[in-house]
C-alpha cells in the first residue's frame, strides 16, 4: 500500500463532505505452559482443516468493518474478508462476537483461531500475538458534538472527558497523550457517540474510518463531526496466535487477494476509494 496517509485523509474529506479505533517462582512450570501453549498454537491449520471451519472473533459492533445490517445479519469488510480467508483455506467461517477488549485475551486462550475486528497492528499487541500483512490501514481522530469546539484535534485533550472503545488502539493513544480529565470506556462506537451528542463526553477518540462512515449512515450522525488531523496512521492486520503456521497461509490469501483486484474492490465498497498495492 502506497501513500497511506494520503489515502486516508481522502477518507476523510470523502467522508465528512457527504455526511456534512510471575510465574517466576515455578519456572519449570512456566515452561511447560508455554510450551504447551506454543504446540497449540502450532496445531491451528491442521485443526481449521479437520473442523471444517474457522473460528473468527470479531465485535460486530463497529462499522463498517463488522456490525449487523438490518436484517441482523454480520457483515462488513472485515466479514467478507474473513469469509474470502475461509473459501481460499476449503473451509466455512464461524464468526463469535464479543467486546474488543477481550478478543486478543480469547485469541491467545484459544476461543478463536483468528481476530478480525479492524485491529491496529501495534508494538504491544505483538507481544502477545501475531498478525497477518496488513489488508487496510486506519489513524486515530477526534469527534466531537458539532457546533461544540471542545477540541481542535486528538492531541487537544487536556482537561477533557474523553470517549473511546475499551481495549482498541486508540485507548492507547489517548493515554500516551495523557492530561485528559476522565477517560470513558465504550463497547463500540455507536455507544461512544451517543453519550458524546448528549454531552456526557467531551470528545471521542476513534478511528477515521468508523467515525466518517457513522456520521455518514447513521441518523444521529449529523450531531457530530471530525475535528483536526489524522493522528498516528497505521495498518491493520488479522491477529493469530503467536508462531502459528496459520500466519503464512493467510498472508498468502491477502497477498494473492491484491493482485487479483479484491482487496481494491472491497476497500471501494466500505471506504469509498481504492489504495494501491
Known sequence: MKKPLAALFSIALLLVMTACGSN?????????????????STNTLEKIKQAGKIVIGTTGNYRPFTYMDSNNQLVGYD??????????????????????????????????????????ITEERKKS?????????????????????????????KGKVVGVNAGSA?????????????????????????????????VVVIGIVAAGEYIKNSPSGQDIEIVGDI??????????????????????????????????RLTEKYFGLTFDN
Open 24 to 40: 517466576a517462582a515455578n519456572p519449570t512450570s512456566h515452561t511447560a505452559t508455554g510450551e504447551a501453549q506454543q504446540a497449540e
Open 231 to 264: 493522528y498516528e496512521v497505521r495498518d491493520i492486520g488479522v491477529g493469530i496466535r503467536k508462531n502459528d503456521p496459520l500466519k503464512a497461509e493467510i498472508d498468502k490469501i491477502i497477498e494473492a487477494k491484491k493482485q487479483d483486484g479484491t482487496y481494491q
Open 79 to 120: 466479514i467478507e474478508w474473513g469469509n474470502i480467508i475461509a473459501e481460499e483455506l476449503g473451509v466455512k467461517a464461524e464468526f463469535v462476537t464479543g467486546q474488543f477488549a477481550g478478543l486478543i485475551p480469547g485469541l491467545v486462550a484459544g476461543k478463536f483461531d483468528v481476530v478480525m475486528s479492524g485491529a491496529n
Open 129 to 157: 500475538i501475531d498478525f497477518s500483512v496488513p489488508y487496510a490501514q486506519d489513524g486515530a481522530v477526534a469527534v466531537i458534538k458539532k457546533g461544540s469546539n471542545a477540541v481542535s484535534g486528538v492531541t487537544d485533550i
Open 170 to 202: 486508540f485507548e492507547a493513544v489517548v493515554k500516551q497523550i495523557g492530561g485528559y480529565k476522565e477517560l470513558k470506556e465504550y463497547p463500540g462506537a455507536a455507544e461512544s457517540f451517543a453519550d458524546l451528542a448528549a454531552g456526557r463526553v467531551d
